[in-house]
């Protein structure tokens, strides 16, 4: 019954005037066969996108120009417009609402941190409740028994509502232009795939290294990391670009989902983008949303990283450029592809890019803000643009010139959603700060490692390692920045850590622990879906690849660090 469904959704996905029905009916076929875990990201990462791709249908049969123009968008299928937005989820059978587990045992465990845990002495009341409540947030936000928007909205009226926060006290994040240097950067991941010189860039990559299947393998990973630090998310990278070109070019081979065929092509080249993505979500920061929170986070508890986006940059390029080189051939080693050589791989990128022409005005336009705001981000320190001007700048051309409309930007759920949420937990995370909680903690731990007598480089080092582990308990990279990175910088200030190499340690490790399972993350959860790999295979490679990655930051980065000053 699968291989029909793929070969009609293969033959469909070219032409979105035929396309749109069929797809939604195997992404509902996913969702059906998919583990419970799985279900709700394969329904948002296809279902969302291909009923627009509806709406353009009747457009595209008046005039065929334009309807060549959409087939740019439609493999898409996991893009972005339907990333985060959990409106799309299946409601439990006989209820619509909230899963009445996962809603009673997250309030439950706030509300016994509250009433049956003594307030240690120190901790006012005030703050404590903020505690219980925070908690209740994150434990909601792991068990998701409500979309993590609406979630958060919960929260923050529990916040108000009990008088633990004051009305603007508890929306002050919304003013935090972190939060809106996001948002601004989701719109352009808008324009990269509205214009599709995503897919066009990685087409080039595919044409030019794809000869040999490690080429391929090779291509697709640097092509991640020329499109990284212009979309800052790797769900969108993933089910935007790179899964409908491997699924396009492994169905081509012969090496289908489900089947045994998949190890032909398919399983080595998701094994590879998949654990290769989190180096490329590292290098840059704008490269995925939980960076630029973690940096946020940390000049909140005092560690102010001057040229953020150059630092990080610096930080990141040693460790990061050598899990690039060395992940493929791993994977190459590891999960070997039984077609070593994808000689018909440039060749049928060669003529996807003859039938998608030149670079349309779109494109060019969309290249050069980029180009412009990368430019602004590196020298906006030396000339007085901060990295959020320098954003809304490049919004303002796209709009200016009608790359992207303003309803464009009204109708991409993801940047809405994320702004809510994020700024519900970076105003919960600053008002925990403010009020002590964090530092309590944080002197309490921190003064028995200091007791131990271990120094500072043992406690970095164990800290870190805590820390990554501690991610199988999270479905979110995000979500694990905002209960735990805070914590986690105060404990190694207080041990001594020098501020810049525990901040930056921190946040490059919330990176790398995006692909040790398939909920852990939003790529996981595309590359999983796509069926080319097994959960068993998904679970040790991650454990195995945690190993080495570590392993990498922690010697090459370590003696990059003290190379640049960091400690």
């Known amino acids: ?117 003594p307030i240690p002495s120190g901790i006012t009341i005030q703050a404590w409740t903020l505690l219980s409540i925070f908690v209740s947030t994150i434990t909601g936000l792991v068990l998701e028994p409500l979309p993590t928007g609406a979630w958060a909205f919960l929260s923050v009226t529990a916040a108000v509502f009990t008088k633990t926060l004051t009305f603007s006290q508890a929306f002050s994040a919304f003013c935090n232009d972190v939060i809106w240097l996001i948002v601004v950067s989701f719109f352009f991941a808008k324009g990269f795939e509205k214009t599709g010189l995503g897919e066009r860039v990685a087409t080039l990559f595919v044409k030019a290294f794809g000869k040999s299947t490690l080429g391929l393998a090779y291509g697709l990973a640097f092509a991640e990391g020329l499109i990284a630090p212009a979309m800052p998310s790797t769900t969108a990278r993933a089910g935007g670009i790179f899964m409908p070109i491997m699924k396009s070019l492994s169905e081509t081979s012969g090496s289908l989902p489900g089947t045994e065929s998949a190890s032909k092509l398919g399983k080595f080249l998701v094994q590879a983008q998949f654990q290769g993505s989190v180096h490329t979500s590292a290098l840059f920061l704008t490269a995925a949303a939980q960076n630029l929170l973690c940096l946020k986070l940390a000049t909140e508890m005092g560690v102010v990283i001057a040229s953020p986006w150059v630092t990080w940059l610096k930080g990141a390029f040693a460790p990061a450029l050598v899990g690039l080189l060395v992940t493929p051939f791993i994977m190459y080693k590891l999960c070997p592809p039984e077609i070593k050589d994808t000689p018909q791989a440039p060749a049928a990128a ?32 030396a000339i007085g643009v901060s990295s959020v001007v320098a954003a809304m700048l490049g919004l303002s051309v796209l709009l200016v010139t009608g790359v992207l409309k303003w309803k464009d930007c009204l109708n991409y759920p993801p940047a809405w959603d994320t702004l809510f949420w994020f700024a519900v937990l970076v105003g919960m995370s600053g008002q925990l700060n403010s009020l002590g909680v964090i530092k309590y903690f944080a002197d309490v731990v921190g003064g028995k490692l ?118």
């Open 1 to 117: 019954m699968q291989a029909p469904q793929l070969s009609q959704h293969r033959s469909s996905a070219f032409h979105p005037c035929r396309g749109a029905a069929a797809s939604i009916k195997l992404v509902v076929h996913r969702a059906r066969v998919a583990p419970r875990a799985t279900r709700s990201a394969v329904v948002r990462h296809g279902v969302l996108h291909h009923l627009s791709s509806v709406g353009s249908a009747g457009r595209c049969a008046s005039r065929q120009k334009r309807c060549t123009a959409a087939q740019r968008h439609v493999p898409q299928a996991a893009a972005t417009s339907g990333a985060t937005v959990a409106d799309a989820d299946a409601p439990a059978p006989g209820w619509p609402g909230a899963k009445p587990v996962p809603l009673l045992l997250s309030i439950a465990i706030g509300v016994a941190l509250r009433f049956l845990v």
């Open 350 to 381: 060669a003529e996807r890019l003859q039938k998608m022409g030149p670079m349309s005005r779109d494109e060019k336009i969309m290249l050069g803000t980029m180009a412009f705001a990368v430019v602004l981000w590196v020298t906006g320190d």
């Open 450 to 567: 200091v007791a131990m007598n271990m120094g500072w480089p043992a406690v970095f080092g164990l800290l870190n390692l805590a820390y990554f582990l501690l991610h199988y308990m999270f479905a979110s990279q995000t979500a694990h920045v905002g209960a735990l990175y805070s914590a986690f910088l105060a404990m190694m200030l207080s041990a001594g850590v020098p501020g810049m190499l525990a901040a930056l340690s921190l946040a490059y490790c919330s990176n790398l622990f995006g692909s040790v399972t398939h909920y852990g993350s939003g790529q996981g959860a595309v590359y999983y879906g796509a069926g080319y790999v097994s959960l068993k295979e998904i679970f040790s490679m991650g454990a195995l690849m945690a190993v080495i990655n570590l392993t990498i930051w922690g010697v090459v980065g370590a003696a990059w660090w003290k190379v640049l000053g960091f400690y």
